[in-house]
Every structure is written in structure tokens, then in C-alpha cells.
């Protein structure tokens, strides 16, 4: 009977912050993303809410697959109705420098122009 009394037992911030290795202030700002009870001006963590936070936050293992040097900034919009950007790689880069060498640079050219005028 008594564990199933401690499995309904409200926990206080200081014990939810000892249990996921955080500080009690930690605790107190993010108890809207982990489910809080109030009662009067207590604040009180169910254990399972607790525990479903918890899971909620693990990450599996990153894909060791992709490219290391793929820009995460030039995704361009997504979605339907909107224009894509492909994801520049190493590979774009390298055709982009190659491109700068041999002069054939758009923006290189349209700049080198505008200064001769």
C-alpha cells in the first residue's frame, strides 16, 4: 500500500532539481514545460510528469552519415507554396571557389565591372 501511496506523492522543486541534476531555480522556470500542480502558492511536481519531461528530453545518437560541412543556415524556406533552397555542401563551395579562380564568378565579375565604370 505504501508504494502505491509514494507513486501519487506530489514532489517539491528541490527534489525535482536534485532528481534531474538541475537547480531549484532551473525547476522553477521551466515548470511550465514539465507540468506543475499549484496549490495556493506551492508549486508541486507529479512524478510521472516528471519522468515524461525526462524522456522528452534524451536525443538518440547523431547519423554519422552526413555531411560534417553542410550549412544548417542556408535551408531557404520550406513548405508548400514556397521556394526551396537546396543546402550548400563542401562540394557547392568547392565549385563556387574553382569558379572564383578561373574569374568566372558572378558576383566577382559584376563587382570588378562596377568599379572599372
Request: hydrophobic content about 25%.
Amino acid at each position: 500500500m505504501r508504494g502505491a501511496a509514494m507513486a501519487g506523492q506530489l514532489l517539491r522543486p528541490d527534489q525535482v532539481a536534485e532528481w534531474l541534476g538541475m537547480s531549484t531555480s532551473w525547476v522553477y522556470g521551466n515548470k511550465h514545460r514539465i507540468g506543475f500542480v499549484q496549490i495556493g502558492s506551492a508549486v508541486r511536481f507529479e512524478r510521472s510528469a516528471v519522468e515524461r519531461y525526462a524522456e522528452s528530453c534524451k536525443r538518440g545518437p547523431q547519423l554519422e552519415e552526413r555531411d560534417k560541412w553542410e550549412s544548417q543556415s542556408d535551408t531557404g524556406k520550406r513548405g508548400t507554396g514556397g521556394w526551396s533552397r537546396k543546402r550548400t555542401t563542401v562540394t557547392d563551395i568547392n565549385e563556387r571557389l574553382r569558379g572564383i579562380e578561373k574569374g568566372s564568378d558572378r558576383r566577382g565579375n559584376t563587382q570588378r565591372s562596377a568599379r572599372q565604370s
